[in-house]
Structure formats: C-alpha cells, structure tokens
C-alpha cells in the first residue's frame, strides 16, 4: 500500500518541459516533416501524413499536460507508454516515405551471397525444418516487444531514479533505427525473395526491383512449423502491420541487444540472464523466418552498441548541464 502512495506522490521537483526523449520523438516529427515537404509531389497522401504529425504531438503534448496538472511517477510513466504505442505507427510510417526510394534489396543480398556464398535466410529454415527448433524461434521472434517493455517497467518499479535515462535510451534508439529506414529502402528476404523468385534468389541471381515495392506488398509465406502457436502469432502480427521496410540494420536484434545492455547497466543478475537467451534466439530467428538477412543481424549489432552509448551520453551530458 504504501508503495502504490509512491506512485501517485506529487513530486517537490517536476520536471517542467518535455522530456529528453519526447524532444527526441519531436525532432524526427521535423525531420521526416522536412522529407514530406521536400518531396510532397512524391509522396502518397502527403496532406494525410501531415496531419498525422500534428495529431501525434497534440498527444505527446496533451500527456504533458497531464503530467503538469499530477506530477506524479504515474503519469510520467504513462507519458513514456504513449511514446511506445506510437512505435507502430511510426515504423510503418518508414514505408510511406522510403517507397519514394529505388529498392536496394539486390545490393543487399549480392553482398551476402558474397559473404556467406549463399543465402542464409533462404536455407537456415531448410536445414533445420524440425517442429521444435520453429516453435522456439517463433517464440523468440514474439518475444521482441516484451523484452524492451519489460526492460523499461523494471526501470520504474526496481530503479526508478534511472527510469528516464532508460526509457530515453531505448525510445531513442527506435526512432535512430526509423531515421536510417527512411532514407535506405531494403524490405528483406520475405518481400525481395517473393518478388523476384525462389529459383533465381537460388541460383545466386539477384534483380533490381527498382520501385516496385512502392506499389506492391505481398510477402512470402514464413517458413517452418505451419500448425504451430507461435507461427500464427508471428503470422497474425505480420499481417496486421507488416510492410516492405526496415530491414537494415535489424531494430529487432538492435533493440533487444540494448534492452539486454540496460539489464546489465541496472546490475540486475535476474533480468540480464532472463533476457539473454531470448536476445541470442532472436539473432537466428530474424534469418530463420526471413526477415531479415544475416548482415542485417550483424549491422543491428553494431548499430545497437553504437546507439546505446550515444544515447546514454547525451543523457549524461544534460543531466550535467541540468546539474550546473
């Protein structure tokens, strides 16, 4: 009881202007408002997509709000829960942008087949066909969102005092990932594989598609076990809000790997090791399921460890300019 007090207890101290990361979610507004602009004879439904914008940060505005009126750790964190509702919008609003782009899908899988000298996303699934191994991946794969929400709540409930630092880290790092994706159009095995062919993708030929995913978004089939639970969830989810985008680098492997960092920033023994196995599966599962090419898994990596500490040091550096 007295811990639910804490939760609606009026800080001495609010915080005044928006939070670190709702600047953050406010500058990517503008900077993909600037393409819109720029390119608004290109763009599909431009007018839309303005006032799609204007209704986001009438929301982010109206939270802060709220948090001004009850300064309390609740309606900071619902402030935070908003911006994470908000993912999917944005992330398929990458697809609204970079379809203006030629596809680079060709040059994508020409460098892994150079790499690997051959497909890794096209045979993993084909050596490994068994129910289990498909089912744990699958799993994994549905994993995602629990592992970086799960990672903030913890935040908020165990270490509070460090909640916005990474709540900032993570949500930054989502909208650092859609910046790269609207300027660098790669839809990834499932739509390039399907697009062109399985036989010619086989036979290590890899056509240009040029725009063509600007009007077309038909994906593959996901391989492995078709009966299985967590094949349909993966299945119902690409369905509902699956589009020919984000694929490189792999914000899936790059934001668990940065949930996985915050676990051992908060020295949490209990949440590293619980997300670590997850983390390490999703690194296959993205390949096995085609969602991604295995350089994409490579450039997530990298693009997490680079993400997780730029974001933690403009943290640092305004919370010390706050400090003086």
């Given at each position: 009881m007295m811990q639910l007090k804490k939760w609606f207890e009026i800080e001495k101290h609010p915080h005044k202007g928006p939070m670190l990361l709702?600047?953050?979610?406010?500058?990517y507004m503008v900077f993909t408002l600037l393409i819109i602009l720029f390119c608004f004879t290109k763009v599909q439904h431009p007018e839309a997509m303005i006032w799609d914008r204007v209704k986001l940060g009438a929301i982010t505005m109206a939270m802060w709000v709220v948090y001004r009126l009850i300064p309390c750790r609740v309606t900071r964190l619902l402030r935070v829960l908003m911006q994470l509702v908000m993912l999917s919008w944005w992330y398929g609003d990458t697809y609204q942008i970079n379809?203006?782009?030629?596809?680079?899908?060709?040059?994508?899988?020409?460098?892994?087949?150079?790499?690997?000298?051959?497909?890794?996303?096209?045979?993993?699934?084909?050596?490994?066909?068994?129910?289990?191994?498909?089912?744990i991946l699958d799993m994994a794969y549905a994993s995602y969102?629990?592992?970086?929400?799960?990672?903030?709540?913890?935040?908020?409930?165990?270490?509070?005092?460090?909640?916005?630092?990474?709540?900032?880290?993570?949500?930054?790092?989502?909208?650092?990932?859609?910046?790269?994706?609207?300027?660098?159009?790669?839809?990834?095995?499932?739509?390039?594989y399907h697009a062109v062919g399985i036989q010619k993708i086989a036979a290590g030929i890899f056509p240009n598609v040029a725009d063509y995913f600007s009007?077309?978004?038909?994906?593959?089939?996901?391989?492995?076990?078709?009966?299985?639970?967590?094949?349909?969830?993966?299945t119902d989810v690409h369905n509902a809000g699956e589009h020919p985008t984000a694929a490189f680098p792999s914000s899936?492997?790059?934001?668990?790997?940065?949930?996985?960092?915050?676990?051992?920033?908060?020295?949490?023994?209990?949440?590293?090791?619980?997300?670590?196995?997850?983390?390490?599966?999703i690194c296959f599962a993205t390949v096995y399921i085609r969602a991604h090419y295995a350089i994409d898994?490579?450039?997530?990596?990298?693009?997490?460890?680079?993400?997780?500490?730029?974001?933690?040091?403009?943290?640092?550096?305004t919370c010390k300019q706050k400090v003086q």
């Open positions: 709702e600047w953050v979610v406010i500058g379809r203006m782009l030629p596809n680079l899908d060709h040059v994508f899988a020409s460098l892994e087949q150079q790499l690997f000298g051959f497909q890794p996303a096209l045979v993993f699934c084909e050596h490994f066909p068994q129910h289990w191994i498909s089912e969102f629990l592992l970086f929400v799960g990672t903030i709540v913890y935040y908020f409930f165990k270490r509070y005092d460090d909640f916005e630092r990474c709540a900032l880290v993570i949500l930054a790092s989502f909208f650092s990932f859609y910046a790269i994706y609207d300027l660098l159009p790669v839809a990834g095995p499932m739509y390039y009007t077309h978004t038909e994906m593959m089939k996901s391989p492995g076990y078709s009966d299985g639970i967590f094949y349909h969830l993966i899936h492997v790059g934001i668990s790997v940065i949930a996985l960092l915050m676990a051992g920033r908060a020295r949490s023994k209990g949440l590293f090791f619980t997300l670590l196995p997850f983390v390490v599966l898994v490579l450039g997530g990596l990298i693009a997490a460890a680079a993400f997780y500490f730029l974001w933690n040091y403009i943290y640092s550096m």
